[in-house]
């Protein structure tokens, strides 16, 4: 079933396939590194935006428990190939990682980086989703150049 989630004017359609995808990155061993990748969909002018996949991780990223950070050169690759097959339809949306805790929250880091990607990101300049897997929950906010709407 499709979960839609209401971010200020916004609504985000967050699909089954993707929740598995974040489901199988959960840190639910010690073990288990931080997961992330980047966000691809589309939107509507009505304000309607549709998650349709996440990037699966990397052997490029960096992470550790704690942090992870996404190779830049594979995800780009990714989007151009996306949008150029979709006629410019499927867009980079955003960014998705996971934490090792039940409600996810945002931290500093994560926060500076989704606003280094929105004034870097020239193909979606109306706003960035930062979504975090947690254990029992997950966290979906919007940037919009001004204010993080969770
Ligand atoms: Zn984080």
Redesign the pocket.
């Known amino acids: 079933m499709t979960q839609i989630i209401e971010r200020g004017k916004y609504k985000v359609h967050v699909p089954e396939n993707v929740i598995s995808i974040l489901n199988m990155y959960k840190q639910d061993k010690n073990h288990k590194k931080?997961a992330g990748g980047i966000i691809l969909g589309s939107v509507s002018n009505d304000y309607n935006i549709y998650i349709s996949k996440l990037s699966l991780p990397s052997v490029f990223d960096k992470n550790n428990r704690y942090?992870?950070e996404r190779d830049k050169k594979v995800a780009q690759i990714l989007i151009n190939y996306e949008f150029h097959n979709s006629k410019g339809r499927t867009i980079y949306l955003g960014e998705w990682?996971t934490?090792p805790e039940k409600y996810?929250i945002?931290?500093k880091?994560?926060i500076d980086m989704i606003q280094e990607q929105y004034k870097e990101n020239h193909i979606n300049d109306e706003f960035l989703i930062l979504f975090?897997g947690g254990l029992e929950g997950f966290y979906l906010s919007i940037y919009d150049g001004h204010t993080l709407m969770s």
């Open positions: 931080e942090s992870f990682h934490h996810p945002p931290s880091v994560d975090i």
